[in-house]
Structure formats: structure tokens, C-alpha cells
């Protein structure tokens, strides 16, 4: 299956070329620095020349977002099949930004499809007859992995698990009953329940409607965080693009003046999250423009909108006046069910909103997601109509889900419990071919070095610069990784580590970076 190309991408795809070339002499740097650790590493044989070039292939992809899906069958975004021909390892995406550009959207650029190369069936000399190299052995990677996790910089609880995405295997395994704070690695769980009960290809919708027999204009929310009121939409859903169509709508009705109202019911429960106000979340609404920031920012923590709904309102309220519609202050309605549609404008697909989320630890969409969870499993839009989403969802995948606790989307409640074991069965689930449509759970993780929350971190770490790419997680005493890695024998391996220590919180800098070499070990060993 093909699913048609975005607008938004087809317009982006120029800028694409410039963006390689920006990049290309920094890759190229670290290509010369890793290519001859791999050919000391590699064997002649045609199995370990593939996983080297692998590597290689990852670690050139990794720079800049793509804008949003489509996916094909194989799991490759069918608008990069272009450039994909010219440029060899290419294909599949992340989501690094520049220095200097914008903040307000995802940016295109092309990346490595061989990041799940160890996945497929193959006739190479693979012994599983995969075309890989011998599983590691959980005896050699404990002898690399417990050393680095015995490190007092972790705090006094620690938890870790690899597997083999390939075959599912676990290769190595600490406290793995123990399920602990996972922070922003929550997202993954979210990622993988909102794409499989909702669909990848969802888009959600926020519309203005007519209340029959009157002059009432009602805007209701869909529960869109990325719906914008900027000038530049950037692909998002415009706030200014549905006041264009709704002003020409009123305009052919003959109504130059409206009562506006806004709806938010499609959320139940209370807005404000457990943390309380916090720079890190707006309070959580049906209705929304920007994610109710209060500065020009598209990422991480801002001043927030007290209420996010009335603002997005009444933004919408100046935005008819602009264009010759007058109204009153908008106020709290509901649309009735014979409202007479007269506008409406629709988010990317999911499948990008994941990959946001997951690239910029975006506890906003993470919130959403959680809710459209629950909405399409039939459940009321809440925090806790949403953690209940979200384990029916990986309790229908038959996900080991035992002792995990949810209580949000985005993990900013301390009540939240994860295993390792089921972090890397999430991510095991996404390389699966069969849920291609999990897929962006994968490509929208942080490359090292590169992109989102892993952009300051692996500095110096030439070798897992480019190569691995996690999910970050961080509370006061509580650090967790867990993402993906190709390794020596060029396999593809999931991890997933948490520590905590609440009572003496360690140095956050610190642990991150013992976790940061856990996870370099793993690219590093070639542990058959």
C-alpha cells in the first residue's frame, strides 16, 4: 500500500538538496573517523561489509526532520524515493534542526533506511540465515554493560534489557522485574498505543460551525496541539487559513456581524496536569493554538497560556476582524448536532505528530496522543481515560505490560512505573514488519549528536554520534535511555536503561552521560 504524498512535503522537497550539501562536510568528518574502526572490526565476508556500511549509512542520515509521512509497505517514506536514488543509504527519517532556523515545524531532509536493515529475511551468510552476524551473547554483553551501569553516577536503582529486534531475543537483562519512574520514555508507550488504535494516516480536525436559526459561531476543538495562529503554518493546521474560509462562508450567508463561542467537550476531566502549572505543559484543552506558549518558541519549556482555549479563541475572534467578521468576546458553548458545518482545517497525519513528539520530548502532543487514544478506543478524552488507553493498547499487542503503571501521556508524573523489558519490546514491536504502521516510533527518535534531546549529548563520543538513537527521559533523580543501535556485528538491538535515586538525586549531566557510553558500548561490541 502507497498512501498519496502530503502538499506539505512536495512543497518542501527543493529545500531538501541544500539542506544535505549544509550538512554533508560534518557527516563526511565523521564517516573518515568511523570507517576505519569498522574495517579493524569487519571480517571479509559479505554479511559483516553490509553491517558496516550500515553503520556508516546511519550515521550519514542523521541531521534534519522530514516534514511527515507517508509510509509504504516496507516502511520507507515514499517521498524521499527521489532523492534516495541519487543519494545511496538514504531513505527513512529524523528530526535535527540547524542552529539558527526556524522552531515553528519539523524541517525535510533525507536519512537511512539502514537503520533497520538487520529485519528482513536474506540469503546472506547470516548462520540464523538472516544475513547478520551471531546474536551476542548475554555472557559477553554483561561483561560490557555492568561495569558502565554499576557506576555510582546512576543513583542507587538501575535497570537494563537488549534485545535482538530481529528475533526478539533478550541478550542481556538487569533488575528486569523491576519497573521504575521511565520519565519522558513514557512517549514510546504513548507513541505506540496512539498509532495503533487511532491509525497513523489520522489527522485531526477542528471546525467552526452555525448554530441553526441564529447568529452563533461556534469553534470546536479537536484536541490538536499543533494547530497554529503564525503566519508561516509550515504544513500544521492554520488557525489563520480557517478564519479565511469561515469569513467567505459567513460572507455568502450575508452575516458581517456573529456571536463566537468555542467548544472544548470533547475533554473530560481536570486540565491542569499533577505537576501543576509548569513551563513544561499548557493545561491540557480540546482547544489550542501553538500549544498555548506565550513566546514565539516550537519547542521545550515557555510561558504558558492560563487558558489555552480562550486565547485560541479569541486569536481566532481578531483573525474575522481582520477579514471583515465582527464579534463579540467568544465565549464557553457547545456546538448542537444540527450545526450547520462552515469551515474546518486538519493536523498532519499522526505518523508525524509522533515523530514531534518523540523528537522533541513534546509533552504537549504526548498528551493529546494519549486522548486520542482514548477517543478512538471509545473512552472519555482525560489523563485518566488516556492511561487507560494506552494499556488496553499494549495489552491488545500482548506487550509484557506487568507491573507497569500509567498515569499520563507524557511522563511528567512521578506515578508512572515502566520495565526496561517492555521499553524495548515497544521498540521491538515497531521494527516488526508486520506493524509497519509503528514504524514512526522508530524514526522519530533522537539521533545522538544530531537531533532533539540527544543534539547536545554524544560531543564526544565520535563513534555513537549518528548511530544511536533514543528517547531521553529526566525528572529530579530519575534518568532513563532507551532507543535503538546497530552494532559491530551489524544487528539491530533495542535497549532500554533506568535509574533513580529520589532520596539523593545524582547529577543529572553525570548519569546521562554514563548512559549515554552504555548505549556507545553496544554500537561498539561485536559480542557473538
Known sequence: ???????????????????????????????????????????????????????????????????????????????????????????????????????????????????????????????????????????????????????????????????DVATGERLYGRNVGDALIPASTTKIATAVAALSTAGPDHRITTRVVLEPGTEEVVLVGGGDPTLTARAKADGYASLRELADDTARALKKRHLGKVTLSYDTSLYTGPAQHPIGVNGNLAPVTALMADEGRLDDSGKGPAPRAADPAQDAARTFADLLHDRGVETGAPGVSRAGERAKPLASVSSPPLSALVERMLTNSDNDIAEAMAR??????????????????????????????EGAVFADGSGLNRDDRLTAGLLTALLAEAGDPRHAELRPVLTGLPVAGFSGTLSHRYTDDVLGTGVVRAKTGTLTGVNTLAGTVVDADGRLLAFAFLTSDTEHPPNPQAAQAVLDRTATALAKCGCG
Open 372 to 401: 486520542q487514544a482514548a477517543l478512538a478506543s471509545g473512552g472519555p478524552a482525560s489523563f485518566e481515560g488516556g492511561a487507560l488507553a494506552i494499556r488496553s493498547a499494549l495489552k491488545k499487542l500482548r506487550l509484557p505490560v
Open 1 to 163: 500500500m502507497v498512501v498519496p504524498e502530503l502538499r506539505a512535503w512536495r512543497a518542501a522537497r527543493p529545500h531538501v538538496v541544500r539542506v544535505a550539501e549544509a550538512v554533508g562536510p560534518r557527516l563526511a568528518r565523521i564517516t573518515r573517523t568511523v570507517t576505519p574502526r569498522l574495517a579493524r572490526a569487519a571480517k571479509p565476508k559479505t554479511w559483516q561489509l553490509t553491517a558496516g556500511a550500515a553503520t556508516v549509512g546511519l550515521a550519514l542520515a542523521a541531521g534534519v526532520v522530514t516534514a511527515a509521512g507517508p509510509w509504504d509497505s516496507s516502511g520507507q517514506r515514499t517521498a524521499e524515493r527521489d532523492r534516495a536514488a541519487s543519494w545511496d543509504g538514504e531513505g527513512g527519517a529524523d528530526h535535527g534542526r540547524a542552529p539558527g532556523t526556524s522552531a515553528k515545524a519539523p524541517r525535510p531532509a533525507p536519512s537511512a533506511a539502514a537503520v533497520l536493515a538487520g529485519l528482513g529475511p536474506s540469503t546472506g551468510a547470516g548462520p540464523d540465515g538472516t544475513g547478520n552476524g551471531p546474536a551476542a551473547s548475554g555472557g559477553a554483553l554483561a561483561g560490557v554493560l555492568d561495569p558502565l551501569l554499576d557506576d555510582p553516577a546512576l543513583g542507587v536503582r538501575r535497570t537494563g534489557v537488549v534485545v
